[in-house]
């Protein structure tokens, strides 16, 4: 028979298993994964936010440039003479369609053209605050004449 020579064996039991430094790493790369996809989907979310937003106010112009082509010569006139009382007195004009989105402030600014006196210059504009603090704007120009749309 062979006598052992002084060569020791690998003994399991005891102490197999993982060392403390071990799962303190696991964790922390485990931390850095979970960190880094919670910031993607953050920047995601801020993003279809802004999409949304942009959205409903490209829509909200929209409805309202139509309700305005749809007003015959008089009625503008009559928003005209809204819009300049308003200016006097320092407030702004709104849209007459209401958005559905609390967040969306409407704007509507009436001007005679210098060039045409049965013209009328309109602007909308829509604005909105987002998540973080900065402000958007969305507008609108277009010209009605007393003739109707398609005049020249």
């Not at 409903?56 to 503008?76: G, K, N, P, T, V």
């Not at 060039?115 to 277009?142: C, F, P, Y």
Request: aromatic letters at 6%; proline letters at 0%.
């Amino acid at each position: 028979m062979m006598a052992n020579m002084g060569i020791k064996t690998k003994t399991t039991g005891a102490h197999s298993g993982v060392t403390l430094v071990e799962v303190m790493i696991g964790s922390v790369i485990i931390a850095m994964v979970f960190l880094s996809t919670m910031a993607t989907l953050s920047i995601g979310f801020r993003s279809s936010e802004s999409a949304r937003l942009n959205a409903d106010a490209q829509f909200h112009l929209e409805s309202e440039l139509e309700y305005i082509r749809s007003l015959s010569w008089s009625e503008i006139e009559t928003l005209k003479t809204n819009y300049d009382n308003a200016k006097d007195s320092n407030k702004s004009l709104s849209f007459y369609t209401a958005s559905t989105n609390n967040r969306l402030a409407s704007a509507i600014s009436l001007t005679n053209r210098e060039s045409r006196s049965d013209q009328m210059e309109i602007l909308l504009e829509v604005s909105w605050t987002d998540t973080k603090g900065k402000t958007h704007n969305a507008n609108l120009v277009t010209i009605v004449t007393k003739s109707g749309v398609s005049a020249s």
